[in-house]
């Protein structure tokens, strides 16, 4: 099987970039990297480079390696392979480090919150860790993308909806200004009605600069802010494409998610 390497190719993410050379402007970047559980190893070479303010959903169903791929990027799950994060090398850094760094990880199920602690607790944690004069700014920010969380300052995390939960949470990442952010599975079981204000969250981060890797299975979520897609299966990258192709969703399942014996399409995938 042909190696496929994530690249950026799509306006405006043209500049060129090579696999032995990113370009100096990608603010992440990886090369063969690899991950593994112990003696079991799940993700396989992935290279990958995102620009500034670009957008990329990295889909495939469950067990194609989706999260681990994100937990190697951020140290969360062991790693072998280049990461780079504007050009600084991360690989012998343990998460804590790299979240130093600027690399901010939401991990699948809002697992970034703290449920005991209060909305105001939760964003203080973080927001202590800035510079003082950053603070305030950096408030206002996450009211401005999340507008219900300032109604819910003294409600303990455990006790919002699912959707509240992870607009906290992105909101907690955020608030730490990173260079990049992964986002695993922002979409899993939550309501439709929370899909919009994720998109428009996701723009505005976008356009603020901010490039964002997103491991997700809903297709039709992804088609709305991807500027890129990669496809993952067994662990490998299998595929890669332009973002508006994702609006065949249909057509992506087909291509790249066989059925299962009984004919049955992967329950795992939303088209």
Do not use: W
């Not at 408030?139 to 992870?166: C, N």
């Amino acid at each position: 099987m042909n190696q496929v390497i994530a690249l950026p190719s799509s306006a405006p993410f043209r500049q060129a970039v090579a696999v032995q050379n990113f370009a100096p402007a990608a603010p992440l970047t990886c090369t063969d990297l690899s991950a593994r559980y112990g003696p079991i190893q799940v993700c396989f070479d992935i290279s990958l480079a995102t620009m500034p303010g670009e957008i990329v959903a990295v889909l495939g169903p469950n067990g194609a390696g989706k999260s681990s791929l994100l937990g190697a990027l951020a140290g969360t799950v062991s790693g072998q392979g280049s990461v780079k994060l504007s050009g600084e090398d991360l690989e012998s850094l343990p998460a804590h480090l790299r979240a130093r760094r600027g690399l901010a990880f939401v991990p699948e199920i809002r697992g970034n919150i703290f449920p005991v602690l209060s909305v105001e607790e939760n964003l203080q944690l973080v927001l202590h860790a800035l510079p003082h004069g950053d603070r305030a700014r950096m408030r206002d920010r996450v009211f401005e993308l999340f507008p219900i969380l300032k109604t819910r300052l003294s409600t303990d995390a455990g006790m919002l909806s699912g959707g509240e939960q992870q607009m906290l949470a992105i909101a907690m990442a955020v608030a730490r200004k990173p260079k990049a952010l992964l986002l695993d599975e922002p979409t899993q079981g939550l309501a439709p009605a929370v899909f919009d204000i994720l998109e428009t969250t996701f723009k505005s981060l976008s356009q603020s600069g901010l490039p964002i890797l997103l491991a997700e299975q809903n297709i039709r979520f992804a088609a709305r802010v991807a500027h890129r897609y990669l496809v993952l299966a067994g662990g490998r990258l299998v595929g890669a494409g332009e973002g508006h192709e994702l609006h065949n969703a249909d057509r992506i399942v087909e291509r790249y998610f066989p059925k299962d014996l009984d004919g049955s399409e992967d329950p795992s995938v939303v088209p």
